[in-house]
């Protein structure tokens, strides 16, 4: 597809780690940003500085994404606005080690809520318009997580992973033709503070820091939601280890993960 020229692009997550890098790289293209995050003061920083960096405008909307009617709330703001969304990069997300009974069930249905029901919400929100104008892109940010068919130590993560990578692949599907194309971008551990939020800095999968930076993510999800490719998987060890999962029989591959998923000093 050809890449959407001048676009409007709204990122969640978009303060810190992987959603900032995502949203630096569309406005070092020349594209308008709005940014969500609940930290305003965060945002502001942030956009000020890229505005100052890049001569794009950016307009900031601070909003708990897990909370009932925000969604909503984001989408008549903007409506009303008269800038139609172009591109919605669905990155906010949050993570959850350990094992699944010992988690906090408000933490975790927060989670759940977020990584599959804002992005779906928004989604649904947001896609009418752009397949009025027959112009758009929606670039979801799930997992490396959701090649392997389930994660010990973060069981509801990594479901809520494999829901995004579901929703995504079918949807890339039924837009086809329609001017509007999906992109799953799957990273794998990346040093960011999710690291510190989700807890996984024990984990065997976060010992070796040979994955891309937020900033190589960023580049590679930006070319594939422009061109509309279905799927990108930034690093090379990353695309084997989601080969891997995908071969048969998978529940090697899943002993595999579920090893890759310890916490040291775990059986
Ligand atoms: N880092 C990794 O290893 C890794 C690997 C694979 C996939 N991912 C995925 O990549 C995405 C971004 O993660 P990251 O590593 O960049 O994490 P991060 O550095 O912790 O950034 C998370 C961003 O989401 C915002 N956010 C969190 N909760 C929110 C809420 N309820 N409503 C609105 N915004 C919220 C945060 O700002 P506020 O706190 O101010 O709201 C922040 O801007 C997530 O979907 C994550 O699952 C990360």
Redesign the pocket.
Known sequence: MEPIEKATVLV?????????SIAEAFAAHGHDLVL????EK??QRVADRIEAESGVEVRVI??????AG?PQKLYKQLEQSGKPIDILVN?????MSGLFLEGDYSKLS?MLQ??ML?LTQLTHLFLPQMLNRKRGRILN?????SYFTGGPNWAA?VAS?HYVRALSTGLSKELKGSGVAVTLL?????????????D?KDMLA?QVPI?PS?EQIAKLAYHACQTGKKSVIPGVFNKILAFMGELHPRNIAFEVFGFLSNKKGSQ
């Open positions: 969640t997550g978009a303060s810190k780690g992987i959603g900032l969500i995050a609940r930290g965060a945002l601070s909003g708990d994404l897990t909370e925000v990155n906010a997300g949050v993570g927060s977020l990584n804002a940010v799930g997992s490396l997580v993560y992973k799957s990273p794998g551990a990346t040093a960011t503070d999710f690291v510190k939020s989700a996984t976060y994955g937020p």
